[in-house]
């Protein structure tokens, strides 16, 4: 079934430096620079707040990871739209 | 009894079972006799479907119970499923895509139908399905723990058998819909039951700080109560904020439910259920959504401790059950109609994940087990047959776990679980990258992660539940012990047990694999190619959906 593919078909690894961007949100593993009460926010101690933080963070993240590694020149001649 | 609740749970709970029924009809092919159809809903789902479905998959009704109770029991150590789904997705992002274009071109219906392919080895195959199936099943009996907390907070609170009963007739009605219409089921009930979940937090998360005189009255009150428990090592190690020796715990028990999440085929029968890469990628983005809901649903936990709310006791096993802490919060705090719609959310909330790891427990056990030992020449109508059937017995099965053994027998092997499914990482997500380790190093690695994870898990105390093993998954580190060497002794900082063996899985992994390369141990056949990895919903030789 593979060998007839068309010839310019991705097989390798394909990796984009963009990727790296999905590292970011593991900061959230590092309990010890944010295990701490202040600053509050709307009453929340640090620890709290600043995880909810993190969701947003890690949310970029993947949306701008999904948007520059869209168009990638490789998959064109598989005749995908994207 | 509480009427006005039980009407308002009954009328939504009918409402879901009509939609399961119809299910079997929204958007089918000619026919369900196909695992493409009954197991993956036929491999369809846009992005608003799988977004419902993933997220009505991951975020189960004991989550939403569960967690809260940990924090209103143990403070900041049960705010873990916050980091834990924070890293997710950034971490699944990439091998997701890989798993579900590899699936799509081969025609996978399972991750061990993967490693069959990846690795032409029908018992790692086995090895595989059998951790999942193991791992699924108290998984499934949890999500009636959820259900049964709702139940009783609306006077269900029989003792005995008539206790349960409740219980089994709303595990019938779904027994039998999940039975008609597979996975189109539970994707049609998730709108149902998140737009539900959604609306009851959202609200409250508004109201209970403004009626309990804002979070840093709920915060100071949950403090008041953590400090009038005795210091550990007498007490619990309860605290607002981490402490010194559970942070390790912390991260590591978040990296590895991190890991976990999307080895369990219940995750994976919503990735491959989906229509394309572009479906996944949007869907990486928008899943955490769900967090900040969890991480909200958490603080009421704490809010459950400002408004004095009290656990009700288990008439069936005789013990205050803390799951009940958020019904019993909401029953305290909102009018009996709001109520009602907040037990109906988590109890629907039940469904949708049973339902979905029936269903892949199911896939694993007639993909990898019926087919590949008991017949061979299975048709694609013979497996989906079959998987109907399977997926009968394993809703029944966690029905007899809840009715037959004590229910905290459900929590324990769920724990066992998390540890267990972990042990599958070097074979399927390793897999998707690289052949490198060697299929007799992978179930080597397997053999030690299990066993020494059994040990361990077996080892660890509950001094607050007055329970000698099975305690919990937070190991000291002065326990441990390798081959009689304690790398830490005396040492009482924790760190989670299913990180600690996966660690040693993966040395062992290596190792044999570096010996066994030198005498010419073949690897077995690999049936993907590189560009199986790549492949998208719009390419021209795409392989059918539901061919044989």
């Known amino acids: ?82 | 009894m509480q009427w006005t609740e039980l009407i308002i749970f009954v009328l939504l709970f009918g409402l879901v079972t009509v939609l399961g029924f119809v299910a079997a009809r929204w958007r089918a092919a000619d026919s369900l006799d196909h695992l493409d159809e009954w197991g993956l809903g036929g491999r369809k789902f846009g992005s608003w479907i799988t977004w419902f479905l993933i997220g009505g998959d991951l975020y189960t009704a004991y989550t939403f119970v569960a967690v809260p109770a940990l924090l209103f029991g143990a403070g900041a150590t049960g705010f873990f499923a916050l980091p834990y789904t924070i890293i997710a997705y950034p971490l699944v992002f990439l091998p997701v895509l890989r798993m579900w274009s590899v699936s799509r071109a081969r025609g996978y219906v399972t991750p061990a139908d993967f490693v069959r392919g990846r690795y032409g080895s029908p018992l790692l195959a086995l090895i595989v399905a059998v951790t999942g199936i193991v791992a699924t099943m108290p998984y499934i009996a949890l999500q009636l723990v959820g259900l049964e907390a709702v139940l009783r907070s609306m006077g269900f609170n029989a003792s005995g058998i008539l206790g349960h009963l409740p219980l089994l007739i709303a595990f019938i009605i779904l027994a039998v819909y999940t039975y008609q219409s597979g996975l189109r089921a539970p994707a049609l009930i998730a709108f149902v039951k998140d737009i539900l979940i959604y609306i009851v937090i959202l609200v409250a998360v508004i109201y209970l700080p403004i009626k309990l005189g804002g979070w840093d009255n709920i915060f100071s009150a949950a403090a008041d109560k953590f400090e009038a428990t005795p210091p550990p090592p007498k007490g619990p190690a309860d605290n607002v904020l981490l402490t010194s020796n559970n942070q390790l715990q912390y991260a590591t028990l978040a990296l590895g439910s991190a890991l976990a999440l999307f080895l369990y085929p219940h995750s994976v029968t919503g990735v491959l259920a989906s229509r394309g890469r572009d479906v996944l990628k949007r869907n990486m983005s928008a899943l955490p959504a769900y967090s900040f809901l969890l991480g909200l649903l958490a603080l009421l936990g704490f809010a459950a401790i400002a408004a004095g709310t009290k656990p009700i006791t288990n008439n069936a096993t005789g013990r205050p059950d803390t799951n009940t802490i958020i019904p019993e919060l909401f029953n305290g705090q909102f009018p009996s109609w709001f109520a009602g719609i907040a037990f109906a959310a988590i109890g629907i909330g039940a469904l949708v994940p049973a339902a979905i790891m029936s269903i892949a427990a199911a896939n694993l056990w007639t993909r990898n087990v019926y087919k590949e030992y008991f017949r061979k020449n299975a048709t694609p109508k013979e497996e989906a047959k079959q998987a109907k059937l399977a997926s009968l017995v394993v809703k029944f099965g966690a029905v007899l776990f809840i009715i037959g053994i004590d229910p905290q027998y459900a929590i324990d092997l769920q724990l066992i679980g998390g540890v267990i499914i972990l042990q599958t990482l070097p074979a399927v997500a390793i897999a998707l990258y690289t052949k490198w380790l060697h299929r007799w190093a992978l179930v080597a690695g397997w053999v030690v992660g299990m066993g020494w994870g059994m040990i361990l898990l077996y080892q660890i105390p509950n001094l607050a539940a007055k329970k000698e093993h099975f305690g919990g998954s937070a190991l000291a580190l002065d326990k441990l012990n390798i081959l009689g060497w304690q790398p830490f002794e005396g040492s009482t900082v924790q760190i989670y047990v299913g990180f600690v063996v996966l660690v040693a899985n993966l040395l062992v992994a290596l190792v044999v694999t570096l010996v066994i390369r030198r005498f010419n141990v073949s690897n077995g056949n690999d049936d993907t190619t590189g560009e199986d990895y790549h492949v998208d919903e719009h390419d021209e030789d795409l392989r059918p959906i539901a061919a044989h």
């Not at chain 1, 007839?4 to 990727?19: H, M, Q």
């Not at chain 1, 790296?20 to 926010?41: D, G, H, Q």
């Open chain 1, 1 to 82: 079934m593979s060998s007839d593919k068309s010839a310019g078909r991705v097989t390798g690894l394909v990796f984009s430096p963009w990727n790296l961007l999905l590292l970011l949100p593991f900061i959230v593993l590092l309990t010890p620079i944010y295990n701490r009460e202040s600053p509050a926010l709307f009453g929340m101690p640090f620890f709290y707040w600043f995880q909810f933080a993190v969701i947003i963070l890690g949310v970029l993240c993947t949306i701008t990871v999904y948007r520059m590694t869209r168009k990638k020149p490789v998959s064109k001649a598989d005749g995908s739209t994207d």
